[in-house]
């Protein structure tokens, strides 16, 4: 099992940054790729971001490419999600996520092994 406690979530207004952690405990030796996902009002879940091991590989949702950076501290077992440039529409709760292996499905919320519990990122115009 792999617990995973999501922080640092907020209201800010548009144009402005959060920075998201994802501290995991546990199994965290299964967790070889680290994402965040989203769930908007009235939405399905969505990819943003996914990073692997050694943090030499990561993907990204293109709503997010160049405004969203993820990162990792395996020292620490923890994963960031450095948020810029916010808009109205990244208004969600943003959930940590994690997986076996890089590669095929990492968009796939079903790929997906274990989730925190989320955390609301709300931009005001």
């Known amino acids: 099992q792999v617990q995973l406690v999501e922080s640092g979530g907020g209201l800010v207004q548009a144009g402005g940054s959060l920075r998201l952690s994802c501290a995991a405990s546990g199994r965290t030796s299964s967790s070889y790729v680290m994402a965040w996902f989203r769930q908007g009002p009235g939405k399905e879940r969505e990819f943003v971001a996914a990073?692997?091991?050694?943090?030499?590989?990561?993907d990204y949702a293109d709503s997010v490419k160049g405004r969203f950076t993820i990162s990792r501290d395996n020292a620490k077992n923890t994963v960031y999600l450095q948020m810029n440039s916010l808009k109205p529409e990244d208004t969600a709760v943003y959930y940590c996520?994690?997986?076996?292996?890089w590669g095929w499905g990492l968009p796939r919320r079903n790929e997906y092994d274990y989730w925190g519990q989320g955390t609301q990122v709300t931009v005001s115009l």
């Open positions: 996520t994690t997986k076996r292996t």
């Open positions: 990073i692997n091991w050694s943090g030499g590989s990561r």
